[in-house]
């Protein structure tokens, strides 16, 4: 059963531009998560999509934004970018949603390494 | 808010050594709690999971355990090895994953 990919693996973007990030959750999932993470701050969320709703944001600017599609294939989107958004970006998959009364393990991808110079 | 802290930050073993990696959490009203392995540069790799009903975990050489009342878990590492070399991760589950630093673990052949 093939893992949670995600494209591209590195990236380097200029300030000011904007770019989009891919995540294929593992088949049959239907909950995706984004984090980010950086030495200073360690892991933190970003926002989570189920069935193509986002149903939780975590405490970032409105230039981070995120879809999912039909598929459950989801892409986050950082618009106006800064210096301090140079981070490696972490999806995780689920079979079920966060916060719910089951417990639904999560899997990591490999992550995008986001550069901004 | 969720706090989760691990100590130490960086632990440095002989190899064989069984060690010990600790989590604390400050609102014990927690789903469950995951333990996750990283290497550098790499993606996150889940160890054990601990429902918030269970006490403990085990999988090979790892063994995990969980006071939610004392907001506490800790991860037992028995005859590590230098493969064992990585980034340890704890997180508790709201409805996002809220982690600690880690622990940057080095077995030393």
């Not at chain 1, 999932?29 to 701050?41: A, E, I, K, L």
């Not at chain 1, 600017?61 to 800064?82: I, K």
């Not at chain 2, 709690?33 to 540069?41: A, C």
């Not at chain 2, 493969?83 to 709201?94: F, I, K, P, R």
Request: one cysteine or more; a positive charge.
């Amino acid at each position: 059963k093939a893992g949670v990919t995600q494209t591209p693996r590195y990236l380097i973007k200029t300030r000011g531009q904007q770019v989009t990030l891919s995540c294929s959750p593992i088949s049959g999932h239907r909950s995706v998560s984004w984090y980010q993470q950086t030495p200073g701050q360690g892991l933190q969320f970003l926002f989570e999509y189920f069935s193509e709703t986002q149903r939780n944001k975590g405490n970032f600017p409105g230039r981070f934004s995120g879809r999912q599609f039909s598929n459950s294939r989801s892409e986050m989107n950082v618009s106006t970018l800064e210096l301090g958004d140079s981070a490696l970006y972490l999806c995780a998959s689920s079979l079920g949603a966060a916060g719910s009364s089951k417990i639904y393990e999560q899997y990591f991808g490999p992550g995008t390494r986001l550069t901004v110079t | 808010k969720q706090e989760v802290t691990q100590i130490p930050a960086a632990l440095s073993v002989p190899e064989g050594e069984n060690l010990v990696l600790n989590c604390s959490f400050t609102d014990s009203a927690i789903y469950n709690l995951q333990w996750f392995r990283q290497d550098p540069g790499k993606g996150l790799t889940s160890l054990l999971l601990i429902q918030s009903s269970q006490r403990e975990q085990t999988s090979g050489r790892l063994n995990a355990s969980l006071d939610k009342s004392s907001g506490r878990s800790t991860l037992y590492i028995a005859a590590s090895q230098p493969g064992d070399s990585a980034t340890y991760l704890c997180a508790v589950s709201g409805y996002a994953l809220n982690f600690g630093k880690g622990t940057s673990l080095l077995v030393t052949p």
